[in-house]
């Protein structure tokens, strides 16, 4: 079956500095990948996708990279914030079972210090 | 545009108690809806998933229960309330293409 493997939290940097979190999948199919990320008290929101292999996505001066030969959608920032202190949780999708339920990582919590 | 509410924001059940949590989905029509746990320390798991009304498939066996009696409504439900059902309970809907839409949350301490 699918399943998520994400890099243990959690993660403490200081501000402007650099961020990657680690994530790579086992999956039947041809999933899309996501990532997710849930601030204090909050639902999760989604913050960057990419649908096949290659794609890059970004958002928020976030990127991660589909690597189907690595099987791994790794997380990256290049200068890290105090508001992007969250819990971060890679998640894929496939669509073969005729749904776009999620299978998710168990999340990354980091915490930026200024 | 596409919205889900999810209510309560919290909530504290003692032992042995029923619990109802609904949420609702506004802007589409037959959405996949989903209701997923996040226990204290653990990630996300998807407790059940519906593709339509009155059609409900549970992914792991416990002691919650999940129905849609309309198609943009979808109630999680316990008769008796275990301590280890304490969590971040997450209600999601879907439009067959990819990303799923998640609620706020609800927050639920069982005493």
């Known amino acids: 079956g699918n399943s998520v493997t994400q890099m243990e939290g959690p993660v403490t940097l200081s501000e402007e500095a650099f961020l990657t979190i680690n994530c790579t999948y086992t999956?039947?199919?041809?999933?899309?990948l996501f990532w997710y990320v849930q601030y204090p008290g909050e639902g999760l929101q989604l913050l960057l996708k990419a649908t096949k292999a290659d794609d890059k996505g970004s958002n928020k001066g976030f990127e991660a990279t589909y690597r189907k030969e690595t099987t791994s959608f790794h997380l990256e920032k290049g200068s890290v914030q105090v508001s992007d202190s969250a819990v971060y949780f890679c998640?894929?999708?496939?669509?073969?079972?005729?749904?776009?339920?999620?299978?998710f990582g168990t999340g990354t919590r980091l915490t930026i210090i200024p | 545009s596409q919205t889900i509410h999810q209510w309560p924001a919290t909530l504290v059940q003692p032992v042995g108690s029923p619990l109802s949590l609904e949420c609702t989905v506004e802007g589409t029509s037959n959405p996949n809806l989903y209701w997923y746990r996040q226990a204290a320390g653990r990630g996300l798991q998807l407790l059940f998933y519906?593709?339509?009304?009155?059609?409900i498939s549970s992914e792991v066996p416990q002691n919650l229960s999940a129905s849609r009696p309309q198609d943009r409504q979808f109630i999680l439900s316990s008769k008796k309330l275990l301590l280890s059902d304490s969590g971040f309970y997450l209600c999601a809907f879907g439009v067959r293409v990819p990303p799923l839409h998640f609620g706020n949350g609800t927050r639920l301490t069982v005493t």
């Open positions: 999956a039947t199919g041809y999933p899309s």
């Open positions: 519906s593709v339509g009304i009155g059609q």
């Open positions: 998640a894929l999708s496939d669509l073969n079972f005729g749904n776009e339920k999620l299978t």
